[in-house]
């Protein structure tokens, strides 16, 4: 009588398991009990429709998805703490730091004009670093949460393959657990790439890593490489009252992407702020014997060396595909010559069921580029057909001002030889930027002169990476700069500079 | 009057349309290509000979479905459905079709009109 509502296919195991106390006792309680039961692909009981190796924000994404979804699924991290490198100690940390950091820089230096007399004002970075701590601590459980919440076993411990379906866990705890999945996801993230000559230590040669977690603030500071996690750690750092010093490489700073009449404007606004910069620079060596470390640098066509001495130095000349300890020979994956691993349009190795998302393949490692792709992963084993939109994903620099763009940049777009328009509205003509007494930056618009078609957006301003969202969603959905300007904005938000740079393009901007 | 003409004449289509519900596409190729973020621009060879040769839960290549066993989908093979006269039994069909053995925890339920669960 309890079985009749019980589909014939129900797995046995899941009857044994149930034991007498589960016999539902009424039809509600046996159709949740059936919706519990019900599985995706996986035949055997100790199978796993997908198993994912890592547990950051491609991993942890696919694995709450592939719950959602009816797989069965396991989650394999060894880091012991969810989130991988964003959350522990990329993303969110900085977040933290950049946020009390601002407050701290805006609260010694810009009260007074606003009316507020503030007293002695002291930095106490033990509790800066636990405030950090605890956004972190938090979002990593829920996220903990969220995966028991989906039926998703997170095992805890270093995967590597041992054949195309099996993988071995060496378990944090000690010992060892073998898992064999129909489906396995790579999502084992990135790493700071080390700079040839420098030891890196955590302390006084760090990566970003490392500058989350500096006990004090050191007097001088020397960040190789000016790309969005130099800068942001050198304002952090510099706000708090070291000497930063940016060494870039290339002719201007923020990285490739960014438009070069925005990081023309960073470069000035943040220079402002105290901090120095040394771009079409390169470093040619360095020594950490001496109480300080002394770089030697070069302008990067070659010429005259200088010797830059620092307390620390932060190594922050771009992130690497992390894939060791996988055994990936043993399954034949095979990886481009940056180490990244190749996959098809499908997110799928050589090998069908083997799939790799987030920053250790192609495209640019950003957290949110990895929840889509783990998205899509998911939806391609569940239906056959996922999607992610490569153009259409932006990038955001936290400093302040924030900096954030998608699509194409000016000399991308020139490259290309479409004709375009170019129209942009500063923050300076914006009303509630001036009642915040906040008025750097500007934003830009690059559209298809033929068609209107939004082709870039660029904006460097206050809360620019929120605004960033809007101009996504426009080249998401095919939108022109009229379209956008068409579209009423609420007044007074610092959102009408978007629509009037919207205006500016296709037209005239009304405020400027 | 002219206004108005002139208005109705040149009225502006918007560039953003409504795509309508998402739907998974009917027909889907799922032979593989380059990724749309590689930097190269191609896939390796290895991607179309690994498939070429590769069995998982039946050949991986197109071509080689039509000759093989599970190469022909169910329903072509026609009906299971018994003829007139002809009975199955189900201990000749597989295990998954046959009786779930009772529990001694349903027996007892039986017999105490559900007591048992509440003891």
């Given at each position: 009588m309890f079985r009749a509502v019980l589909p014939r296919a129900t797995p046995r195991s899941a009857l044994r398991h149930a034991g007498p106390r589960a016999i539902p006792n009424n039809f509600a309680t046996s159709m949740i009990f059936i919706g519990q039961s019900k599985r995706g692909f996986a035949s055997e009981a100790g199978d796993h429709d997908l198993v994912i190796i890592g547990g950051g924000v491609a991993g942890y994404v696919a694995a709450i998805k592939a719950g959602q979804e009816g797989l069965k699924t396991a989650c394999i991290e060894k880091r012991g703490k969810l989130g991988g490198t964003c959350l522990n100690v990329g993303c969110i940390p900085s977040k933290s730091l950049l946020n009390n950091s601002h407050l701290y820089h805006q609260v010694l230096h810009d009260t007074k004009k606003r009316g507020i007399e503030v007293g002695d004002v002291k930095l106490n970075l033990t509790q800066m670093m636990k405030a950090k701590d605890t956004s972190v601590d938090g979002l990593t459980k829920g996220i903990e949460f969220l995966l028991k919440k989906n039926g998703v076993d997170y095992v805890k411990g270093a995967g590597s393959f041992v054949d195309a379906n099996t993988i071995k866990v060496a378990l944090n705890e000690g010992g060892e657990q073998t898992l064999r999945a129909k489906n396995i996801i790579i999502a084992t993230g990135s790493e700071a790439t080390g700079f040839p000559g420098l030891n890196i230590d955590e302390k006084r040669i760090i990566t970003s890593t490392g500058a989350l977690a500096l006990t004090e603030v050191p007097k001088k500071m020397t960040v190789i490489g000016g790309g969005i996690i130099g800068l942001e750690m050198a304002s952090v750092w510099s706000r708090l009252g070291a000497e930063v010093t940016v060494v870039e490489f290339l002719g201007q700073i923020g990285g490739p992407g960014m438009d070069a009449e925005i990081a023309k404007q960073a470069q000035k606004i943040l220079g402002k702020q105290g901090i120095k910069f040394k771009t079409g620079t390169k470093v040619v060596s360095g020594d950490d014997s001496g109480s300080t470390i002394s770089l030697n640098i070069e302008a990067a066509k070659g010429g005259k060396e200088e010797v830059l001495d620092a307390d620390v130095v932060l190594v922050a000349i771009g992130r690497r595909p992390y894939t060791e300890g996988l055994n990936l020979e043993q399954v034949g994956i095979e990886k481009d010559d940056r180490g990244r691993l190749v996959i098809d349009q499908e997110y799928r190795t050589k090998l069908p069921h083997i799939r790799v998302v987030g920053d250790c393949t192609f495209g640019p490692m950003l957290a949110h580029k990895a929840e889509e792709e783990a998205v899509a992963a998911i939806e391609y084993i569940k239906t056959g057909y996922g999607h992610v939109n490569y153009a259409a994903i932006p990038s955001v620099m936290y400093t302040h001002p924030e900096v954030a763009w998608v699509g194409q940049n000016e000399a991308e777009i020139k490259a290309s030889g479409v004709k375009y328009r170019v129209g942009s509205f500063p923050f300076s003509a914006n009303s509630r930027a001036k009642t915040n007494l906040d008025t750097e930056g500007v934003v830009k618009f690059i559209a298809d002169a033929e068609t209107d078609r939004v082709l870039g957006v660029h904006i460097i301003g206050p809360g620019a990476g929120e605004m960033i969202a809007e101009a996504t969603l426009a080249i998401e959905y095919g939108a022109s700069s009229e379209d956008i300007a068409r579209t009423c904005h609420a007044h007074p938000t610092l959102s009408e500079a978007f629509k009037e740079a919207a205006m500016a393009t296709y037209s005239k901007p009304i405020h400027f | 009057m002219r206004a108005t003409s002139i208005l109705s004449g040149t009225a502006r289509t918007p560039l953003i349309r409504f795509v309508g519900k998402r739907s998974v596409p009917?027909?889907?190729?799922?032979s593989p290509r380059v990724h749309p973020a590689s930097p190269t621009g191609s896939l390796p060879d290895s991607f179309a000979t690994y498939r070429a040769k590769a069995q998982q839960h039946g050949p991986l290549g197109r071509s080689s479905f039509n000759s093989t066993v599970g190469g022909t989908a169910g329903a072509a093979l026609g009906p299971v459905k018994p003829q007139a006269g002809e009975f199955f039994d189900r201990a000749e069909l597989p295990s998954r079709f046959g009786r779930l053995p009772w529990t001694q925890a349903e027996i007892d339920a039986i017999e105490t009109g559900g007591a048992s669960m509440f003891a």
């Open positions: - | 009917k027909s889907i190729d799922h």
